[in-house]
């Protein structure tokens, strides 16, 4: 198969192959190029720890039974021991077997001068000791074989309180051989080993990749305007929540595909309509009624009105897009809300005189609210325009007014035929539609909503909707009494 440039299974072939040729090297180097000061550096612990073990033994015991024990942790640690008074009488000595070690040691005293008297030599030795800051004295020499030695010397004492020198020596065994016998070996593990890392990281880029690869074909699907695809979870928890991720984006982009396409349908349609009225009263005064200037002042009390019907939805399109876009300017202060509802319904009158509509306010008539007054005009004009819509036969429309400690609710309730539950959350988009079949508003442009939606955000207060098909809905915010503190 070919890998393409920077694809992520050709990225985790080569990082794997990679990882294989590191372990190998570091093998290769620890078990050719530093083995021997490895084998140095733990001979050297294995003698230094057997030392500390036989100056405690030495120290603490009864003379048969501590020579016993310190012979035998001079067998398990490989040591040849000697413990030598300062009058040079050797006190104790072992040697493993096959080991010289007596002319080893006549060999490591002559380092001490060429005096006769192994008691100088030893005093001289002990002075040395005593010179040293960590109390012992290691050393390197050639035994008479000419094999390196290891020498660890330290004063010890027994239990009567005299003292005396312990020596204490240990071959180093020649590692050639050794390191011949795993250079030749490490060849093999070398070829078998990138062998394997080869296939297998072939078949893991494939394994781990294949997942991503499926989403990156589908994701290629969805941006040719395919939201019907749907992505899969690939055995990954990474690769299960980008799938999760993509198809929750690919559910919202359908419903805001769908959305568009209702917006500009019923965009085209509220622009048409009063295009379409204002050509043909226009067409009419200019072959019917242009000489007739009563029948021309209707024509063009017409094209007025729809000229601004017009005037209003655009202005309305523009609300809601600064609001949402939160570039709109805002100016809250401390108002009246009582009044605010009075003057709002003032805007309604006509419709209360010349069809029949009851509009009932219950609450005290000196409420007031903190906010942008504005704004609240506009979000409250637009429910009440709603509810005229959308109320009953018998035209009935009750808002309320209820107080807390620190916030006023206002509650506006129609009696018409409600909202599906599974439409509740829908209403606030522009232009959403429970009935589906486009209705023109009595008063407003369409996305009233969307704009009563916008300025509530804005002041970031609570409101909603409760509703149940068959009996009415009723939309209510909630607004501060006072100008909230901080963390309110």
């Not at 982009?253 to 349908?265: A, F, H």
């Not at 306010?361 to 609240?376: H, M, N």
């Not at 807390?404 to 018409?416: C, L, P």
Request: net charge negative.
């Amino acid at each position: 198969m070919k890998l393409k440039k920077n694809s992520i299974k050709l990225k985790i072939w080569l990082y794997f192959l990679l990882f294989a040729v590191v372990i190998l090297c570091g093998l290769w180097l620890f078990q050719t190029v530093f083995i021997n000061g490895y084998y140095r550096n733990m001979k050297q612990n294995s003698i230094v720890s057997g030392a500390q073990t036989l100056v405690e033994q030495y120290a603490s015991g009864v003379v048969g039974t501590t020579y016993a024990k310190m012979a035998s942790v001079a067998m398990e640690n490989d040591l040849a021991v000697n413990i030598v008074d300062l009058e040079g009488r050797t006190l104790f000595a072992y040697s493993p077997a096959g080991r010289r070690y007596g002319q080893e040691l006549a060999l490591y005293f002559n380092g001490f001068g060429q005096s006769a008297v192994k008691k100088n030599a030893v005093n001289l030795l002990a002075r040395q000791i005593r010179e040293q800051e960590s109390g012992a004295l290691f050393e390197y020499f050639d035994n008479s074989n000419g094999q390196q030695m290891f020498v660890y010397s330290t004063l010890v004492t027994d239990a009567n309180g005299d003292v005396a020198v312990l020596i204490v020596t240990s071959q180093l065994q020649p590692l050639n051989e050794t390191v011949k016998i795993l250079s030749e070996q490490l060849i093999y593990v070398t070829v078998g080993i990138l062998g394997i890392a080869f296939v297998l990281s072939f078949v893991i880029a494939q394994k781990v990749s294949r997942p991503l690869e499926k989403i990156t074909e589908k994701a290629a699907v969805l941006s040719q305007g395919n939201y019907d695809v749907t992505f899969e979870a690939g055995g990954y928890s990474e690769v299960n929540q980008l799938a999760h991720t993509l198809n929750y984006a690919t559910s919202g982009l359908k419903q805001v595909e769908k959305l568009r396409t209702e917006l500009i349908s019923n965009v085209s349609h509220d622009l048409r309509t009063p295009l379409t009225m204002i050509k043909a009263y226009a067409e009419m005064i200019r072959d019917i009624s242009g000489n007739n200037e009563e029948k021309r002042n209707q024509h063009l009390a017409v094209i007025v009105e729809e000229c601004d019907r017009l005037s209003d939805f655009v202005q309305d399109l523009l609300d809601v897009s600064k609001l949402q876009a939160g570039v709109i300017e805002y100016h809250p202060m401390e108002f009246n809300l009582s009044e605010l509802i009075q003057k709002t319904l003032g805007r309604f009158d006509v419709l209360k005189e010349k069809q029949g509509y009851t509009i009932v306010l219950q609450g005290r008539s000196d409420v007031f609210a903190y906010g942008d007054e504005k704004k609240i005009e506009q979000a409250l004009y637009n429910l009440l325009s709603n509810a005229v819509n959308y109320t009953g036969e018998d035209k009935k429309i009750f808002i309320t007014l209820e107080e807390t400690e620190q916030k006023v609710r206002v509650s506006i309730r129609d009696t018409g035929p409600g909202i599906p539950k599974e439409d509740l959350e829908h209403i606030w988009e522009r232009y959403y539609r429970v009935d589906k079949e486009h209705k023109r508003a009595v008063a407003g442009s369409g996305i009233g909503l969307a704009i009563v939606k916008s300025v509530f955000l804005l002041h970031k207060t609570d409101f909603g909707v409760e509703s149940e098909p068959g009996h009415g809905s009723t939309f209510w915010f909630e607004l501060y009494k006072q100008e909230p503190q901080r963390g309110n």
